[in-house]
């Protein structure tokens, strides 16, 4: 008789011993950081493969699932990332490395996802200029966007910030997706604030896109029945010397699938208005959107050079 059947509980269906040596498979030089969460990663696993017995043909449709990721991504396609954010990863671990709340209980700007569609390319433009590059007049509702950035603690504007954009066309697809059609960094810049902290530059009201569907994600949407929709949104990445860096996405208010994202980054404090401009040959809509960084130890810095995801 076993001990565990001696002892009144039911014995192991499966070894017992199994996971624990694969992880001790592993040898000494083992980054500690990765031995910790390559650990913890094999013990979820095969805890998971227990607990729906996972059978034969069920893993090899996974096999052929990861391949079909692989396949499906090209130089301006990566669809690892794209399902990371489809499955709610990016923005849990977005969730985990921005929560930041200061001594008086209030919090900076809310972070979100980075997607796959930020560059490094961006090129700086001068305050008051437009990202839109292409289309006389743009296809879209041009905006005046605007705002302060400050710092959290001490509630001083942030001279020099920097605040990166980058926002789909109005046909859904970034510059680098569609060369038909658009030009170079067309609907992206780098702004940087005056002295007193303001920005103020010229982009679209979003317009919500379909992500593709032809290829490992749309497989996924299909067999678990859903849509693939993100809302209207403007990507923004704000960065200062001597500040934690957020980067984020704005959402109209009133746009359809805010409430049921299909990367399920939207977060209610990133909900915004387009309210009408007048007198303003250059655009019909208003947006301002101010900005709070928190202090951190060490330096930090816009971030150029950093290679396109």
């Known amino acids: 008789m076993s001990s565990t059947q001696a002892n009144g509980s039911q014995p192991h269906r499966f070894d017992p011993n199994f996971t624990q040596s694969v992880i001790d498979a592993m040898g000494p030089k083992t980054d500690p950081r990765l031995r910790e969460v390559m650990s913890s990663l094999i013990r979820h696993l095969h805890d998971f493969t227990r607990e729906v017995e996972l059978t034969v043909d069920e893993w090899m449709a996974g096999v052929k699932f990861i391949n079909l990721i692989g396949q499906t991504s090209t130089a301006t396609r990566n669809e690892a990332h794209r399902m990371s954010d489809v499955l709610g990863l990016e923005s849990l671990v977005d969730e985990i490395a921005h929560k930041h709340v200061n001594e008086s209980g209030e919090e900076p700007t809310s972070s979100s996802i980075l997607g796959p569609f930020w560059s490094p390319n961006?090129?700086?433009?001068?305050?008051?200029?437009?990202?839109?590059?292409?289309?006389?007049?743009?296809?879209?509702?041009?905006?005046?966007?605007?705002?302060?950035?400050?710092?959290?603690?001490?509630?001083?504007?942030?001279?020099?910030?920097?605040?990166?954009?980058?926002?789909?066309s109005a046909n859904g697809k970034y510059d680098f997706q569609d060369p038909e059609n658009q030009t170079p960094n067309n609907l992206r810049g780098k702004f940087r604030c005056n002295e007193k902290g303001e920005y103020w530059f010229y982009c679209l009201k979003p317009t919500a896109y379909s992500l593709p569907t032809d290829g490992a994600a749309g497989a996924l949407f299909t067999a678990l029945d859903r849509h693939p929709m993100r809302p209207a949104h403007i990507h923004l990445m704000m960065t200062a010397e001597g500040y934690k860096p957020v980067t984020t996405q704005l959402y109209p208010r009133d746009d359809p699938y805010v409430t049921n994202d299909t990367v399920f980054a939207v977060k209610d404090d990133l909900l915004i208005d387009f309210l009408p401009r007048k007198d303003d040959a250059q655009a019909g809509l208003d947006l301002e959107y101010n900005v709070k960084l928190a202090p951190r130890e060490g330096k930090t810095a816009p971030m150029e050079g950093v290679a396109r995801l």
């Open 122 to 168: 961006a090129p700086f433009r001068e305050l008051g200029g437009s990202i839109i590059q292409d289309g006389v007049p743009p296809k879209g509702q041009p905006t005046l966007m605007h705002g302060v950035i400050t710092d959290l603690d001490t509630k001083k504007p942030i001279p020099g910030a920097v605040i990166d954009i980058w926002q789909a």
